[in-house]
């Protein structure tokens, strides 16, 4: 790509400030804001990912700045906030995207590791937010915008110290955007998505022999991407980002405890005991290679007709069971 395929549109100029940018969907992210035009600051913890996100920002043709941030410490997102500031003399738009994750059995995950998936990811995002909203005030303007993904709203059984961040951060959003209701031109997004196709599950922690791989039914990370610059543009207190997440919210919503035992049963069908597959990951150190957008996926990805197809029985399936539980219950109030 170059110069000439950059949007010359609402965004184009604006400072945009991306946490976790330097793989998946942070890398994505990036890469769409710099198409728009913007001034791309990257925060992320290793050198070499952030050399190689500037890079790919350079070359799209918009000017791009890294900072070497772990997130979980306040002093450094603070440095972060500064130096975007140096950048360009305001912030625009600030993403709150970086997370960790760690998967196994609650017990068997060394408590520093679910330490430091509660520090960088809900901590993160509180620092993000401590960060930039001052700056927002003294602008009378910004965008916050917050990849909370739909682990939000239902848990993740086996990554039980990430499901604490997600509510924990949807908490944050939601009071958050209480306290800024007299701030018109303050906004505080919150995105719930679905699964992502991205590098995620090849950086995770893993432990009990849980090795997840990314499902089928995954949303292209660009995808989300788009979004985030949608949601800049135009933005909306909660975006549920896909069709996978909306369903998902829906399922958990009339039957929590199905949904929640199955899945469990689901990921201990894939628990290979071997003390040997245990690893921190990115949890505690910077990730390694690859610095890219897409993760490893379980299975090979259905063509887009056969993903409608699945999105449609499932919906109907959906249906079914809600209109099923109308049904008793209606029979239960009736007797």
Request: aromatic share 6%; proline share 4%; hydrophobic share 40%.
């Amino acid at each position: 790509m170059k110069d000439k395929d950059i949007s010359y549109g609402a965004l184009h100029g604006k400072t945009v400030v991306i946490t976790g940018g330097t793989s998946g969907i942070g890398r994505a992210a990036a890469e769409a804001f710099a198409l728009e035009g913007c001034n791309v600051v990257i925060g992320a913890r290793g050198k070499q990912g952030l050399d190689e996100t500037v890079s790919l920002c350079h070359d799209l043709g918009v000017v791009a700045l890294g900072v070497q941030t772990d997130v979980s410490d306040a002093s450094q997102v603070q440095n972060l906030a500064e130096k975007a500031l140096q950048f360009n003399g305001r912030i625009d738009v600030w993403v709150n995207n970086a997370g960790v994750m760690a998967s196994g059995k609650f017990e068997e995950i060394p408590i520093e590791t679910t330490d430091q998936v509660i520090k960088t990811n809900l901590l993160g995002f509180v620092h993000g937010a401590h960060a930039v909203i001052p700056i927002f005030k003294k602008q009378g303007e910004g965008v916050l915008i917050n990849n909370v993904s739909i682990g939000g709203w239902m848990p993740a059984p086996y990554s039980t110290a990430y499901s604490t961040t997600k509510f924990g951060i949807r908490g944050m959003v939601e009071g958050l955007q209480g306290e800024l209701s007299n701030e018109p031109n303050i906004h505080i997004v919150g995105l719930y998505a679905g699964i992502q196709r991205s590098t995620g599950n090849m950086h995770s922690a893993k432990y009990s022999g849980l090795n997840f791989k990314i499902p089928p039914f995954s949303v292209d990370p660009r995808q989300l991407a788009a979004q985030m610059v949608e949601a800049a543009k135009n933005p909306q207190k909660s975006i549920i980002t896909d069709g996978y997440a909306k369903m998902a919210k829906i399922m958990y919503s009339f039957f929590p405890e199905t949904i929640i035992n199955t899945a469990s049963a689901l990921l201990r069908l894939n628990m290979k005991p071997d003390a040997n597959t245990n690893t921190d990951g990115n949890v505690r150190r910077p990730s390694k290679d690859p610095h890219r957008i897409y993760g490893e996926m379980a299975v090979k990805l259905p063509s887009k007709k056969t993903q409608t197809l699945m999105m449609t029985v499932v919906g109907v399936a959906l249906g079914f069971l809600l209109v099923n539980a109308a049904t008793k219950n209606k029979v239960q109030q009736e007797e």
